[in-house]
């Protein structure tokens, strides 16, 4: 076993740990690779600062997956890819012989690492990763890390001059060819920067739209009420 130690953060060396970085070295990108890593780093440090009891070992599983939906190789048709990255962790901790409730925390922190204002009240593995994400990807709590702890992180795992523009287009290149899954997340921000021929979706239009008739408001339709509603649909 190693002892790597990044800003007084061992990185995790089990098997499991050893396997998910080879995978992520041979599948992703050097840029995400070492976003992912930087975000392990970044939540376990958030975690030690706030006092958060965590398991490392799942804080990394889940910061080494959480981008591998952008990956062709585990991209589905139609799923947001947050959720590609989710099922990829999933499906490879269980070949590893990892329990469901293990398996569930990972999947939850890869799976709603861009949804803002929940995965801080759910388990610590949940809350840490995008903990991790928010400070590497948008700078957030930039100022609660020390110089030397930033400093280290990213020397150990160097950000690009381009990174900002290079994780938005590996954003956008992770989403472009299914765009309806960026329906009422943050990846809509992306492709609209970044596709010309983009169209946002818009909830009230949505809810405007539907096929609802409310013009009997008040009267709910039912096997039970009485009323003939074959012909009521038709009538309308």
């Not at 150990?156 to 001059?161: G, L, T």
């Not at 989403?175 to 010309?196: C, M, Q, S, Y």
Request: one cysteine or more; aromatic letters at 8%.
């Amino acid at each position: 076993m190693t002892n790597t130690i990044i800003a007084g953060i061992k990185i995790p060396d089990s098997a499991i740990a050893r396997a998910a970085t080879d995978l992520v070295l041979d599948t992703e990108t050097d840029l995400l690779y070492n976003h992912s890593r930087r975000v392990f780093l970044f939540g376990a440090l958030s975690g030690e600062r706030k006092g958060l009891k965590y398991d490392p070992e799942l804080l990394y599983l889940g910061a080494m997956f959480h981008d591998m939906g952008l990956m062709p190789a585990y991209s589905s048709e139609g799923y947001r890819f947050e959720v590609d990255g989710a099922n990829a962790a999933r499906d490879f901790m269980t070949q590893h012989g990892m329990n469901d409730y293990d398996i569930e925390q990972v999947w939850l922190s890869i799976a709603l690492h861009t949804t803002p204002g929940v995965p801080e009240h759910l388990k610590p593995v949940v809350a840490l990763v995008t903990a991790g994400v928010e400070m590497d990807v948008l700078g957030m709590a930039y100022h609660e890390f020390s110089d030397e702890q930033r400093i280290q992180v990213v020397a150990a795992h160097p950000r690009e001059k381009t990174f900002k523009n290079g994780i938005i287009d590996a954003f956008a290149q992770g989403t472009i060819r299914k765009p309806e899954t960026t329906f009422g997340n943050v990846k809509a921000d992306v492709l609209e920067l970044r596709d010309p021929s983009y169209k946002r979706l818009n909830f009230c239009q949505i809810i405007l739209g539907s096929a609802w008739d409310d013009s009997n408001a008040g009267h709910a339709h039912g096997a039970a009420c009485g009323c003939n509603t074959a012909a009521t649909v038709q009538d309308n």
